[in-house]
T-cell receptor, first 115, second 113 residues
Framework: DAGVIQSPRHEVTEMGQEVTLRCKPI?????LFWYRQTMMRGLELLIY????????DSGMPEDRFSAKMPNASFSTLKIQPSEPRDSAVYFC?????????????FGPGTRLTVL | GDSVTQMEGPVTLSEEAFLTINCTYT??????LFWYVQYPGEGLQLLLK?????DKGSNKGFEATYRKETTSFHLEKGSVQVSDSAVYFC????????????FGSGTRLLVRP
């Protein structure tokens, strides 16, 4: 079975550029989460969706960040414009149902470097 | 709000040594507790979990017991291997936190041959 798929695995961009990170959750999972991991702040939940609807975006750092889930098999996290402090590893995770104590399945992450 | 505290790392051990990584939690409800592991260059993966008090989760030689009286979920392994070198995250999920995973800060384990 394919796990959570993220692309690209690595992204290097210059300050001010738009960055789009992509995620394909596990088929049949109804909930999707975006996390950011840095040495300084650890693992932070940015936003999560249930049945393609954003439920909690309180972790999104600022208006430069936006996330969409147009269908059950695809989500994007966009940063526009990007800044050096956005450099981090971004993880996507999915779970069958966020309304219970279900395991979250993580993708391999996208390592973003903003110069 | 709910929170998880785990011991600072890094923890450095020799192969076959006994491992304990401490984890305590604060929660208003009755959370489920998890240990996730992150190997270098990979995402997190579930190692074990426990859903109610006195439950013991176990996997790959690792164990953790849900202690409600001490609000703890310490991770243990009797004999670590070099391949266990990774970052370990304790986490909780509860109805009060809308079933979101609340993670600790992670503990890096380095096992030397």
């Amino acid at each position: 079975d394919a796990g959570v798929i993220q692309s690209p695995r690595h992204e290097v961009t210059e300050m001010g550029q738009e960055v789009t990170l992509r995620c394909k959750p596990i088929s049949g999972h109804n909930s999707l989460f975006w996390y950011r991991q840095t040495m300084m702040r650890g693992l932070e939940l940015l936003i999560y969706f249930n049945n393609n609807v954003p439920i909690d975006d309180s972790g999104m750092p600022e208006d430069r960040f936006s996330a969409k889930m147009p269908n059950a098999s695809f989500s994007t996290l966009k940063i526009q414009p990007s800044e050096p402090r956005d450099s981090a590893v971004y993880f996507c995770a999915s779970t069958p149902d966020s309304t219970s104590y279900n395991e979250q399945f993580f993708g391999p992450g996208t390592r973003l470097t903003v110069l | 709000g709910d929170s998880v505290t785990q011991m600072e790392g890094p923890v450095t051990l020799s192969e076959e040594a006994f491992l304990t990584i401490n984890c305590t939690y604060t929660a208003t409800g009755y959370p489920s507790l998890f240990w996730y592991v992150q190997y270098p260059g990979e995402g997190l993966q579930l190692l074990l979990k426990a859903t109610k008090a006195d439950d013991k989760g176990s996997n790959k030689g690792f164990e953790a017991t849900y202690r409600k009286e001490t609000t703890s979920f310490h991770l243990e392994k009797g004999s670590v291997q070099v391949s266990d070198s990774a970052v370990y995250f304790c986490a909780l999920s509860s109805m009060d936190s809308s079933y979101k995973l609340i993670f600790g800060s992670g503990t890096r384990l380095l096992v030397r041959p």
